[in-house]
């Protein structure tokens, strides 16, 4: 994807009124645990199988109301 591409994605994502089986956000503002990041990858690529869709979403650096905050982890 071209950064407008994903620009495009990211405020499509940012839109929905909610998280979904399909979409994650996380602050994740300096670290994130790899054992919660390896079960959100487990569950989001298991949803996004039993869904039949190409892929899921997990977004660092914006909070729970979809403000975009910045993350700094890796």
């Known amino acids: 994807m071209t950064q407008s591409e994903l620009l495009n994605k990211l405020n499509k994502l940012l839109a929905l009124p909610g998280e979904t089986e399909l979409v ?5 503002r300096n670290d994130y645990s790899f054992e919660k ?21 997990l977004i660092f650096g914006v909070n729970k109301n979809h403000v975009v905050v910045g993350t700094n982890y890796r």
Not at 24 to 28: G, S
């Open 37 to 57: 990041l390896g079960k959100y990858f487990s569950a989001l690529s298991n949803e996004a199988n039993l869904k039949n869709k190409n892929c899921s979403w």
């Open 24 to 28: 994650e956000f996380k602050e994740a």
